[in-house]
């Protein structure tokens, strides 16, 4: 028997990722769509301003959309692609009335008994649910993923923590998608880099010691070290770009990075229907990784590295992932796959 899922927030550009996902998926069938109260009632197909290079799946477009209350979805989890402001008041309204809410949202994910998931990373951390549900009385939970830049940067520095990072410098390159359909006018990002994201450097910043901290059964000690990130707006459609610098007490080999990189994995995710054969993905090629011809590794959850180099007491590298499918939508399906692995089935 599959399981009921729905989306909130179901118009904006993550939402619409979420149904490509899900529209497919061998656990989860797409039963509720949920969006502002002046598109509630109508069909989805007709109210949807989807992206011109993603096609609309047959099964969403009659689905009549509802309004974001618990109340009115027939559904066993739900993806939160609501904004920040909007989820931090209805979420819990959702994991109170229990289910289990997957969200893509920032407003919860520093919170000390929420997860901050990537399956591959973390999975451990999914403990916290039941401390979360003790602390707040709630039938179901809010699990969370990381920001869209600090994906791609915490998978890629997972297999890098055994030589003992010490600090990590990042710039990014991120691409238009990542700031919603109308989030960027045409006239400000062509033929431009706009030296600016309003809290991306702050998130940079932050999330990643939380995701690569140590749970000791209550709460997560945050990974000792710091990040200082500079981020940056290019005209690319899709695939946040990276250029990452990170100090080490033990530094390796750059034989030794590769290696670390081509052989990660974690069993704890074979079997889940939307990760990736290869995590992290190592591209040989000079000028590789680029957007146009790496954003879909792995069918968009793959993180390619590449540019391995040495630096001062440690290596510098380029990474790439794509933003609204391992940096968004995808890894919140991942992470409720991960869930219903260890609870469900």
Known sequence: MRIKVGVLGATGAV???????????PWFELSALTASERSAGKKYGEIARWRLDVSLPDEA??????????????????????????????????????FLVASNAGAYRMESDVPLMIPEVNPDHLGLVEVQKENRHWDGCIITNPNCSVIAMALSLKPLMKFGIKGVHVATMQAVSGAGYEGVASMAILDNVIPYIAKEEEKMETEAQKILGKFDGTKVKNADFEVSASCNRVPVMDGHTEAIWVSMRNRPRLSEVRDA???????????????????II????????????????????????????????????IALGHNTIRGAAGASVLNAELFYKKHKR
Do not use: N
Not at 18 to 25: G, N, P, S, T
Not at 68 to 76: M, N, R
Not at 261 to 279: N, Q
């Open 61 to 98: 477009k009659g689905i009549e959309v509802l309004p974001t209350s618990p109340e009115k979805v027939d559904a066993d989890i739900v993806f939160s692609a609501l904004p920040a402001a909007i989820a931090k008041e209805v979420e819990p309204k959702f994991a109170e009335a229990g």
């Open 282 to 317: 190592v591209r040989d090629e000079e000028d590789r990784p680029q957007p146009r011809l790496d954003r879909d590794a792995g069918k968009g959850m793959s993180v390619s590295v590449g540019r391995i180099r040495e630096y001062t007491d440690g290596v510098k590298y």
């Open 261 to 279: 990189f081509t052989k990660f994995k974690c069993d704890e995710v074979k079997g889940l229907p939307t990760a990736p054969k290869k995590p």
């Open 15 to 25: 939402g619409q990722r979420f149904i490509q996902l899900l529209a497919e998926h």
